[in-house]
């Protein structure tokens, strides 16, 4: 007798659940190429927490911040640099009190991981002689995150002239990284959290912190954001809960 009941009971709980949690329109968030892993992973969590799951776009910064000025819509910005940040922030895209930088990082030489070589990073390191006729893979240094501080890395240790023109340039840190895993360059520079996602490149080099400019991830919610899960996300995200998966990563959390 009561089991039909019961079961109307639970039928209403379900439509009156359901529609709480599909109202809940998902945050979209444009991120750094190098958060793939540990973003994920939060927003996953997130997602279990009975949120709707955020919706990620990765790519290099640069490409993000003209997809913002382009008029792209999103919620969340998160950037490998403070410079494309303060480029989308000046032209009006951030929303006023909601930037922080949350995350840092290393730069790391790599090298395929069946490579045995061996590399000394110190001023005037014989990298250019240590590729041969082979090439540097790293993100576009006249724009991508990860290459600028690359390129910022080698010419204060004197020795981008030498290697400029044995640069194969790719369009974020992950691409770069591709093609140290496929054996295509003997040679990578990406971030410490790039060569812990992979098995197949292992790191011959740590870049001095002094030689480039810090490696800082600012987030802020964009002007124009209609998800109302933006901000809670976000909080989220700079909660120690949510720092944990990025610290799990090899990021350092702030």
Known sequence: MFKPVLTLVAAAFAATAVPAVAAEKAPVVLAAASLQEALTDAAADWGRRGHAKPVISFAGSS???RQIDSGAPADLFIS???????DVQSKGFVRAGTRSNFLANTLVLVAPASSRVRVTIRRGLPLAQALGNGRL???????VPAGKYGKAALTSLGVWPALAGKV???????AALALVERGEAPFGIVYATDAKASGKVRVVGVFP???HPPIVYPM??????SSPAAEPFRRFLL???????FARRGFTVR
């Not at 194969?168 to 992950?174: G, I, L, P």
């Not at 802020?220 to 954001?225: D, F, H, P, T, Y």
């Open 137 to 143: 893979a790293m993100a576009d240094p006249d724009a």
């Open 239 to 245: 909660s120690g809960t949510g720092k944990a998966f």
């Open 63 to 65: 490409a993000l911040a």
């Open 220 to 225: 802020a919610i964009l002007k124009n954001a």
């Open 209 to 211: 912190a002094a030689s």
């Open 168 to 174: 194969a340039k790719a369009e974020n840190v992950r």
């Open 80 to 86: 490998a640099d403070e410079d494309w940040m303060n």
